[in-house]
């Protein structure tokens, strides 16, 4: 089964964020929970985590790239 990994809404005003880095390439093992990128918008820098546990399948928005709110950033695929 996938998990896609989207961008979440971080305030009314943030509509997109820069993806700063991918800490798991593809293909690494990802567990629930654990930091799988860092974002960054204006206002703050985070890290955005693991949905699910698998394996990091797909990523969809690469380093430096804006992805919008909602937009899927990868996808983990259970194991």
């Not at 991918?22 to 820098?45: F, M, N, R």
């Not at 804006?66 to 695929?77: N, Y």
Request: glycine content about 8%; hydrophobic content about 50%.
């Amino acid at each position: 089964m996938d998990t896609p990994i989207v961008m979440p809404q971080l305030g009314n005003e943030i509509e997109e964020a820069l993806i700063q880095q991918w800490h798991k390439a593809v293909g690494d093992p990802v567990a629930a929970g654990e930091a799988l990128l860092t974002i960054e918008t204006p206002k703050v820098t985070i890290d955005i985590e693991a949905p699910a546990a698998g394996v990091l399948a797909e990523i969809h928005v690469p380093v430096d790239d804006l992805a919008a709110v909602g937009a899927t950033l990868g996808v983990i695929r259970a194991d």
